[in-house]
């Protein structure tokens, strides 16, 4: 029979508490718009074994630019810290790239595009993302037949900037350096302390 969350000694509780605390500091609760697809709040379990998983998630934001972005809680501490840059637009419009990407029906393909490039692609948009003229005018062309793959160009040009420019600042950010630091430290105790008290008996 599994042990519940008050089995654990209370040292371990307290670094699980303090580790959740300073997550929700970093991420300020970040949530995108649904017409941009959620990048949801982050996530945590009850269970000690959780600490352990999402340390690791944590840590591993910083091997690679991929397993930020197929991270839900890494994808909301990046958009978070984006905001503090007041570049947010472009994770924002990756994002609605990777949704748009999953509609299935051809009318709503060719209205969600025309959405998108409103938004993200003109001049002056709203949240215009940072790209060349050539690639501007090549995904205004590629909306007079909208396809899933309509944007790709953009979305790839996008996701460079922030892989080159973004994502090392985010990195060396004070919050995320703060945040590996406890990860590093709670993923250290919940070992020590699953091994002092199993989790499942």
């Not at 994770?91 to 790239?97: G, I, R, V």
Request: proline fraction near 2%; hydrophobic fraction near 35%.
């Amino acid at each position: 029979m599994c042990r519940t969350l008050s089995a654990f000694p209370t040292t371990c509780l307290e670094r699980a508490k303090e580790f959740k605390t300073r997550l929700g500091i970093f991420l300020h609760k970040s949530e995108l718009g649904s017409d941009t697809g959620s990048v949801g709040k982050f996530e945590w379990g009850s269970k000690h074994s959780k600490e352990r998983n999402f340390s690791e998630d944590v840590l591993g934001w910083r091997e690679s630019f991929d397993l930020l972005l197929s991270s839900k809680n890494g994808v909301a501490a990046f958009h978070a810290f984006l905001k503090t840059e007041f570049s947010e637009e472009n994770l924002e419009f990756w994002l609605a790239c990777e949704e748009f990407k999953k509609i299935r029906s051809a009318t709503k393909l060719a209205s969600r595009a025309h959405g998108i490039f409103e938004e993200f692609i003109r001049s002056e948009a709203p949240k215009e993302v940072n790209i060349d003229h050539e690639t501007r005018e090549l995904t205004r062309t590629n909306l007079q037949a909208a396809t899933a793959t309509c944007f790709d160009v953009a979305q790839g040009k996008t996701r460079t900037l922030m892989e080159k420019d973004s994502y090392p600042r985010f990195l060396k950010s004070p919050a995320y350096q703060d945040l590996a630091a406890q990860a590093t430290t709670a993923s250290a105790s919940a070992s020590s302390c699953s091994l002092a008290e199993p989790l499942c008996t």
